[in-house]
């Protein structure tokens, strides 16, 4: 190949989307094709990811200005031009690299995972256009460009979870997710539009040069305009108050979750507040309120995972806390550290959610062979798994280190960088202490919930049922060799960006350099000194070393008994388990009054009361009434009607003539 | 020049004309009072056609063309009813109401 690097960005999503293509026709065309699909599936993934690396590899270090690639304009409406471009910068790169690199072991995962379902084809389609859509997301050189990759993936996230529509309840799923989506992309539209009307763009660049010009800094504008994009994050992201869905997408497969609901999509909104970093330096009320809903999601996701039951449902609470983090991360202006949290995060939660879809396939064969109609992702229905599935076991062991934040896992250096960060602002704002308090409390809990789960899965006896464990094994290598890849990026990940502390260049910091730079002018990173870095390192590691041990000394596996025979929980822990009631408060409070405001002001006052009644019924009730009186004036006379004809006549020759 | 004359004598049948159509009873007498208007009007045209123009002549023809296919029209009709209802009178038919 020859020509600049660039020429050939338009690949990178293009490769996915005839994937999509080729896989959504045989899926029409022929359902039950399997070894194509396959090939086609994670080939594109394979070849994009390749193809992303010869960008990336090509790209100048420290280049600062980003290349833009236009294609066509799309929207040309009187001053405002948006173009169809691609952004290349070294945030897109990294986002790039994360998505078709994580995204092709998924796929290949799902291989493995999908063989026996009977809409292999669909599933592959859909997968592929998920990719496609998070690429135009993260390579959008402009909002709307984005916005619809933000559209995209949605679409595909609510397809994905309602895969199986056959069951009320994974519909329903889908149907949660979309519509709380909504909720936020209404945020993001009121933003774009705040943008427009006060900026008169909406390409990143353009923005963000005019934006320290044009808008008052933390004045009510750009206030409003980061508050509004942050409501889309909270969205997209699972954020307090938003954040329900994402529980409820794990009815969706398994490696749906890892891909959509860990590692990428759900990173959406980390990825547009860093990508907005200018405007959200320009508003520091808006950083802290997304420093704070950070903080508080992350504990209190946290507080729900240690009473979950469901092996999917504690690492979906897992990953909207682990996203907390990453918003605490950019609102506290540490914008590299909230992208390095969140790419180490999509290997180690990938790896999770991966080998929790391992553990599921290899409990429901045993489940399926001995015709028990147990809950296969019950953790009360596992236990002692190690024995049968030990490549699992120490890959998901590494990953719970990496999670919980014990060195030298991935997890550790950019949640570490992360409290550090907020910690540092507390210096001028006293109130990042509590914040920075609030993830240090989440980061035990998170050992202690990892180390839980873990433990009720792995350890102990095994509760499965003595005819179907024998029939538990470990998944084929097409399963755990993503396992292996995942579980060697949970281990090392921490190199891309090591602090100085033990020696290492922040060589992810240094590379997002020219990206935050617009940030760093408002709002400069603040610095610890070497010794309070240092008790905050020992800190944070002696609370994820008290969290493994709390589970590993209080919890007793041998104690639990099979989904089945459990006794319903009492006082907190079922307060827990119900995850603090949020979804029957937001039943309660938005919900119904929503539907009965829906039934009775606007269906049956509104729609069949109005217009049905007055409009329609009432126009031609109208009409009747004044045929009626018009056929009271026909009375088959003809003298009549020929009176009433001359007297019409002289009326209106008097009317002309006059 | 005759025109008030003419133009008086033409008012006059055309109001002939209307008077007949609505006291008559008898169709085929309001239907000869109908071409009595018609005429009436056709000589307000000649009159009027000597100061203002051949027009006049022309909108004659037409007149008398339409009057012609008209009677022919309207006779047929009155003829249809007569076979239906055996009267002409129109105080009689008056089946057509809503």
Redesign the interface.
């Known amino acids: 190949m020859t020509g600049h690097p660039t020429d050939f960005l338009w690949l990178v999503p293009a490769l996915p989307l005839a994937g999509f293509l080729v896989n959504g026709t045989l899926a029409l065309a022929r359902p039950a094709t399997k070894g194509a699909v396959s090939a086609v599936g994670v080939g594109v993934l394979a070849a994009a990811f390749a193809v992303a690396a010869w960008i990336v590899a090509g790209m100048g270090h420290g280049e600062a200005a980003p290349e833009i690639v236009r294609y066509w304009t799309w929207m040309p409406v009187g001053a405002l031009s948006v173009d169809v471009a691609f952004q290349l910068d070294q945030l897109s790169a990294v986002m790039m690299l994360v998505v078709t690199g994580v995204g092709a072991l998924i796929h290949l995962f799902s291989v493995g995972y999908m063989r026996a379902d009977a809409a292999y084809a669909r599933y592959f389609a859909y997968l592929n256009l998920f990719v496609f859509f998070m690429l135009v997301l993260v390579l959008g050189a402009n909002f709307p460009v984005l916005f619809v990759g933000w559209e995209g993936v949605g679409l595909c996230s609510y397809l994905l979870i309602g895969f199986w529509f056959g069951e009320k309840v994974n519909a329903d799923a889908g149907k949660k997710a979309f519509i709380v989506n909504r909720i936020g992309d209404v945020g993001f539209l009121a933003a774009m539009l705040l943008l427009w009307r006060h900026l008169g763009a909406l390409d990143f660049a353009t923005v963000f040069e005019r934006a320290p010009a044009d808008l008052a800094l933390g004045g009510p504008v750009v206030t409003a305009i980061t508050l509004f994009l942050f409501l889309g994050c909270t969205g997209k992201s699972a954020q307090i108050p938003l954040y329900t869905w994402l529980p409820d997408a794990m009815q969706g497969p398994t490696p749906v979750s890892a891909l959509i609901h860990a590692a990428t999509m759900v990173t959406a909104g980390v990825y547009l507040v860093a990508r907005t970093n200018v405007l959200f330096a320009m508003a520091p009320v808006s950083s802290a309120v997304v420093a704070g809903v950070g903080a508080l999601t992350a504990l209190f996701a946290a507080t729900i995972a240690l009473k979950q039951w469901d092996i999917k449902r504690v690492l979906a609470y897992s990953t909207v806390s682990q996203l907390g983090y990453m918003f605490l991360g950019v609102g506290t202006g540490a914008y590299a550290a909230g992208i390095f949290h969140l790419a180490t995060h999509a290997f180690f939660k990938a790896l999770l959610f991966l080998g929790s879809g391992s553990v599921i396939h290899a409990m429901h064969h045993a489940l399926h062979a001995t015709h028990t109609h147990e809950d296969p992702q019950d953790m009360r229905n596992m236990g002692g798994l190690r024995r049968h599935m030990p490549w699992t076991f120490a890959l998901m062991w590494i990953a719970t280190l990496a999670i919980a934040g014990i060195p030298p896992f991935a997890g550790f250096f950019s949640k570490d960088e992360i409290l550090a960060a907020a910690f540092a602002r507390g210096q001028d704002a006293p109130l990042w202490y509590l914040f920075w308090g609030c993830g240090a409390v989440a980061a035990l809990l998170t050992a202690f919930y990892m180390t839980r789960m873990m433990l009720y899965t792995f350890h102990g006896p095994n509760r499965t049922g003595e005819k179907a464990e024998p029939h538990l094994h470990e998944a084929p290598w097409v399963m755990t060799g993503p396992l292996l890849v995942l579980g060697l990026l949970s281990l090392v990940g921490g190199v891309l960006n090591l602090p100085a502390l033990v020696g290492g260049g922040q060589w992810l910091h240094h590379w997002l350099a020219p990206v935050t730079a617009g940030a760093a002018g408002f709002l400069p990173e603040a610095d610890l000194e070497h010794g309070t870095e240092l008790t905050l390192v020992g800190i944070a590691v002696a609370i994820a070393l008290v969290g493994i041990l709390a589970a590993w000394r209080l919890l007793k596996p041998a104690d639990l008994v099979p989904a089945r025979l459990a006794r319903p929980e009492r006082g907190l822990g079922r307060l827990l388990w119900r995850k603090w009631y949020v979804d029957e408060l937001y039943d309660a409070v938005i919900v119904r009054p929503l539907t009965w405001v829906s039934r009775n002001l606007l269906w049956r006052f509104l729609d069949q009361g109005v217009v049905d009644g007055v409009g329609v019924n009432g126009a031609a009730r109208l009409s009747r009434g004044l045929g009626w009186i018009g056929s009271w004036l026909q009375t088959g006379e003809v003298g009549l009607y020929v009176v009433v004809f001359v007297i019409g006549v002289v009326v209106v020759l008097r009317a002309v003539g006059s | 020049m005759l025109l008030g004359p003419a133009l008086t004598v033409s008012a006059i049948l055309f109001a002939l004309g209307?008077a007949g159509?609505?006291v008559r009873?008898n169709a085929i007498v309001?239907f000869m009072c109908v071409e009595l208007m018609l005429n009436a009007v056709n000589l307000t045209f000649i009159a009027l056609a000597q100061q203002l123009g051949v027009a006049g002549h022309v909108f004659v023809f037409f007149v008398m063309a339409v009057a012609a296919a008209e009677a022919a029209v309207g006779l047929a009709i009155i003829l249809a009813i007569y076979r239906h209802q055996e009267t002409v009178n129109?105080?009689d038919?008056?089946?057509?109401?809503?």
């Open positions: 209307v159509v609505l009873r309001i129109l105080q038919i008056h089946l057509l109401k809503g």
